[in-house]
């Protein structure tokens, strides 16, 4: 059996994902959800974090609910495109402020940075789904971020100690935080911070 394959209708299929990623980032920077509502397709499957911050997928209306809500006191102020090279590989996605919108990160464990995959067929947006991993933008993971800012601190001939409590008190790295993390030096207990590395005081974070 001969199988024909459409090339024409592949790359004018692509190029209509292409104009509905570019529609869609200029409604989201915007800020105007009513264009974004008219790009969506009624069918299609959209992924948002739900109140303890797990990822689900939900129809269009449970997707514009949350998304307008988040965009309530956000700027957009930079987008970029690249492309997933994880579970659905070569897909678009468009980041938004560096990729540190819109999801919000659990832990220490997550990446440091989120993209949409935006998917669509028929002139309409049937899929929204979060991604991590890209081809162009590097993703570590937060974890790994902080681990770079202690190391980095040690260099300047620090203890871990101090680098950890350096780390812990500054609100430059409040972004690599979460809200139990976040530390006023005034409050700092500092005997109880350092009993968690007096061993390994004076050794490299390795991560």
């Known amino acids: 059996m001969m199988v024909i394959v459409n090339f024409n209708n592949m790359t004018k299929n692509q190029n209509s994902v292409q104009d509905l990623i570019k529609e869609f980032t200029k409604a989201t920077c915007d800020g105007d959800i009513n264009s974004i509502e008219n790009l969506l397709d009624k069918n299609g499957v959209f992924e948002i974090q739900d109140e303890e911050l797990e990822l689900i997928d939900t129809d269009k209306y449970e997707f514009l609910k949350w998304f307008s ?5 956000v700027e957009i102020k ?13 897909h678009h996605v468009v980041l938004f402020n560096g990729g540190y919108f819109p999801r919000i990160q659990k832990d220490t464990s997550d990446r440091e940075k989120i993209a949409f995959i935006i998917d669509g067929k028929e002139g309409k ?25 202690i190391n980095e ?14 780390f ?12 139990s993390d976040i530390i006023n030096e005034d409050d700092y207990d500092w005997d109880d911070r350092l009993d968690c590395f007096k061993n390994e005081e004076d050794k490299d974070l390795n991560l």
Do not use: R
């Not at 809500?69 to 006191?73: A, P, R, S």
């Not at 930079?78 to 070569?90: I, K, L, N, R, Y």
């Not at 933008?137 to 974890?143: A, R, V």
């Open 78 to 90: 930079e987008t970029a495109h690249d492309q997933c090279v994880g579970c659905s590989f070569g």
């Open 153 to 166: 601190d040690m260099k300047k001939g620090i203890t871990m100690g101090q680098a950890i409590k350096n």
């Open 168 to 179: 812990d008190t500054s609100t430059v790295f409040n972004h690599y935080k979460f809200p």
């Open 69 to 73: 809500k988040t965009l309530t006191d």
């Open 125 to 149: 947006i049937n899929k929204i789904a979060f991604c991590a991993v890209f081809l162009k933008t590097e993703n570590k993971y937060i974890f790994e971020c902080i681990g770079k800012i």
